[in-house]
């Protein structure tokens, strides 16, 4: 089996699919210490949203509620930093600090040296969770 390609800033180039698998087919893809940050946001999710929906798409990992329709969370590698996006992040509180250019939505980047926030992290995964999803 071929490993995957690493398109720009070392995201892996994972084929679309529904479930784990391919979003744990992208984290162990994922280089370096950007891997470690994808295991602990998907460990987050899973001890904060029983029965979480997984997905990947356009080489990007998503997470949706398992009762209803939509996405709450995905991220994305690039060179420096995974870049995670709630999609209703405005709506969260506090509001992650990343500004977007679309309605209601706002990342929060994780660099190497930053580490994760885990209990700030997990709070705002549940009340991502607890939103209506956005649908793509």
Known sequence: MTAPRLLSGG????????????????????????QRIGRAIDDLVM????????AVKWNTP??????????????????????????????????????????????LDIREEDGIDAPRLAAWIRQASALPGEKL
């Open 62 to 107: 998503f997470y949706g509620a398992p009762d209803r329709e939509g996405w709450f969370l995905a991220f994305h590698c690039f060179d420096r930093y995974v870049k995670l996006t709630f999609f209703r992040g405005t709506s969260l509180d506090p509001v992650p600090p990343g500004p977007s250019k679309q309605q209601g939505v706002r990342y």
């Open 11 to 34: 995201n892996p180039q994972i084929p679309k699919g529904e479930g784990d698998a391919p979003v744990q087919a992208y984290i162990a893809a994922m280089p370096e210490w950007k």
């Open 47 to 54: 001890g904060s949203v029983p029965g979480v929906r997984k």
